[in-house]
């Protein structure tokens, strides 16, 4: 019996690590960057790339206009949904794009204080912030669009 347990467990650790795609996330410089990662390397897997997720909900209804922590998080649970979607999870993504209309910099406080509830905190992706005049409907305040590495369906 302890022997089928043991074999059970090897062949469970080894699906897990098979499944998994080598990232190489990597910090050159000597302060390690807050919520981002300066460099990440995916040496397989399949690419996923979302397009500029909005903040609307289901029905295409805007979310909290006027309310950038509100759109924020609509963003996030659009970006969680097509993740899933496609078989991956915020730990697959590699590089998000954050769009924010008539950016200050007070902005990018409530926007890490949603991004940390979703990204991972040790290994969170390459990240750039872009404020823009405006975005493709006056009401949305934010966009962020994303890429993803999943494993190969080979394996």
Do not use: W
């Not at 029905?59 to 509100?70: F, I, R, T």
């Not at 990204?119 to 949305?140: F, I, M, R």
Request: with cysteine.
């Amino acid at each position: 019996m302890k022997y089928l347990i043991t074999i059970i467990f090897i062949t469970i650790v080894n699906t897990t690590f098979a499944q998994q795609v080598d990232k190489e996330f990597i910090n050159p410089f000597r302060i390690k960057p807050s919520g981002y990662t300066h460099t990440v390397v995916s040496a397989s897997g399949r690419t996923i790339y979302i397009s500029g997720q909005v903040p609307v909900n289901e029905a295409g209804q805007v979310v909290g206009e006027g309310d950038l922590k509100a759109q924020t998080k609509q963003v996030y649970d659009n970006l969680l949904y097509c993740l899933r979607f496609a078989g991956a999870r915020f730990e697959d993504v590699v590089k998000m794009t954050t769009y924010v209309v008539n950016y200050k910099p007070s902005d990018i406080d409530i926007v890490r204080e949603v991004r940390k509830g979703y990204l991972s905190k040790e290994n969170p992706p390459a990240s750039t912030l872009v404020g823009v005049q405006a975005l493709a409907h006056p009401d949305y305040m934010i966009e962020i669009e994303a890429i993803a590495v999943i494993p190969d369906k080979g394996n």
